[in-house]
């Protein structure tokens, strides 16, 4: 409802046509009203009161058309009216409310407050643009009461006790707060075939040179009202639920749509440790009995199901048992490992490891975790290797913050948990990825 009102007080000081010392009835809502321009250049009240609601999104909880007393007989069969006012209601007057129209936004026991188009400064019903007004209650002669999903207040006792009313004496109407956030999309939403700009950018939302803002959310969407993505903010994040379900951080996004540039998404993974393109010739080999951790970040929250990396060249020797992959929180925590990786590591290739049970990943950082034991190491995958003299991927990272660091060696298994400032920064940049 405070939409309504925003849209609609968003145009007071409208003027319509004037040409040859006479105002001329033309104006830009019978254009913008789908169904409407053939009626360009007559009484428009009704014509502006069907573009304020669809403007505002709720085009469906409104008479669409010209005619008031149409627009009185629409709500009429719908059972949504009364002859008492109600913030957020479309008022009608004259004989049977065939003469004028307009939106109630505050009322009290004597007087209602509109925004009404086709008036004037006197009040006529045949005026010449858009004006805020006060009236007798007397004058009104019926009000139309959209349903909004919120429910609305009234002045009609009857419906004190009835679900989706709430009954107050009087109501002086959204505070300018409540409308200064509604009207943060004024000029920018797009309901049907409505736009911006007209109808060539119907069912698009279009801003020129603009902002849109939104609050945060206290709770996550879990499912989409119109079957599509939804878009919100939560924590100042923006982010976006797809129709699958898949939640994507727009603060940085895993996959092309950011840039040109591969992402992960575009590999069928959720994060990496890096390009697996920029990965040097030669690779690298681990030492038997360290822990590796290498750092990947989560965009978004994620289901990881398994860890995958690259083998150059197999190993051989390889000790059962201590062989391993797992997933660490950033803290230090695992939340995951794979099965005994001895007889996956003894062969070259492109090597996904299932965790032994699914994580649920919220967004954040966690590190990949690779142990080896044996005779030879297998070789892995790696960005630049310039010696432990050097660490180009822990660049400007201090300790507990690196992204490529390991343990202390003699190490038989994957700790459940593990001090990360206690870690060393490793030269060699493995390539990981969650999946």
């Known amino acids: ?39 360009q250049g007559q009484s428009w009240c009704m014509t502006f009161t069907s573009w304020i609601a669809m403007r505002a999104g709720v085009s469906t909880l409104f008479p669409r058309g010209v005619d008031c007393s149409a627009g009185v007989a629409w709500f009429q069969a719908a059972s949504r009216w009364s002859w008492y006012p109600a913030v957020g209601s479309q008022v009608f007057y004259g004989s049977g409310g065939s003469e004028h129209t307009g939106i109630v936004y505050a009322y009290d026991a004597t007087y209602i407050w509109t925004i009404e188009g086709n008036t004037s400064d006197n009040g006529s019903t045949e005026g010449d643009g ?70 060539a950018n119907a069912d698009r939302m279009y801003l020129a040179g603009g902002m849109m803002a939104m609050d945060n959310v206290t709770a996550a969407p879990t499912s989409s009202p119109m079957g599509g993505a939804v878009w919100y903010s939560q924590g100042g994040v923006p982010k976006v639920r797809t129709g699958s379900g898949t939640v994507i951080d727009l603060s940085a ?77 950033a803290s230090g925590t695992r939340v995951g490992i794979t099965a005994d990786q001895s007889t996956v590591w003894n062969s070259a290739g492109d090597k996904s490891m299932a965790l032994t049970s699914s994580y649920s990943a919220a967004a954040g950082k966690y590190y990949i975790a690779l142990l080896f034991a044996g005779t030879t190491s297998p070789t892995f995958a790696c960005g630049s290797t310039l010696g432990n003299a050097f660490t180009p991927g822990n660049a400007h990272l201090t300790s507990g913050n690196y992204r490529f660091c390991r343990s202390s060696s003699g190490q038989t298994s994957l700790p459940s948990s593990y001090t990360m400032t206690s870690a060393t920064p490793d030269a060699n940049n493995i390539w990981a990825a969650v999946a």
């Open 1 to 39: 409802m405070p939409q309504v009102i925003a849209v609609g007080m968003s145009q007071v000081g409208y003027r319509e046509g004037y040409v040859e010392g006479g105002w001329n009835n033309i104006t830009r809502y019978a254009d913008e009203v789908p169904g409407l321009s053939v009626y």
């Open 253 to 329: 996004s895993g996959g092309s749509t950011a840039t040109n540039e591969f992402g992960p998404a575009d590999h069928g993974l959720v994060a990496w440790t890096m390009n697996p393109a920029s990965c040097t010739p030669s690779g690298t080999t681990l030492t038997a009995g360290v822990v590796y951790f290498l750092e990947v970040i989560l965009r978004s929250s994620a289901t990881i199901n398994s860890l995958c990396t690259v083998i150059g060249t197999a190993g051989s020797g390889l000790t059962s048992g201590q062989c391993l992959a797992g997933l660490y929180t």
């Open 130 to 199: 858009v004006y805020l007004r006060k009236r007798k209650r007397t004058d009104a002669i019926v009000y139309g009461l959209p349903a909004y999903a919120e429910g609305i207040t009234t002045a009609d006792s009857a419906l004190k006790n009835v679900a989706g009313y709430t009954y107050a004496v009087s109501n002086p109407g959204p505070s300018r707060a409540v409308l200064a956030r509604a009207g943060m999309l004024v000029g920018n939403l797009v309901a049907e075939n409505l736009s911006v700009n007209g109808i």
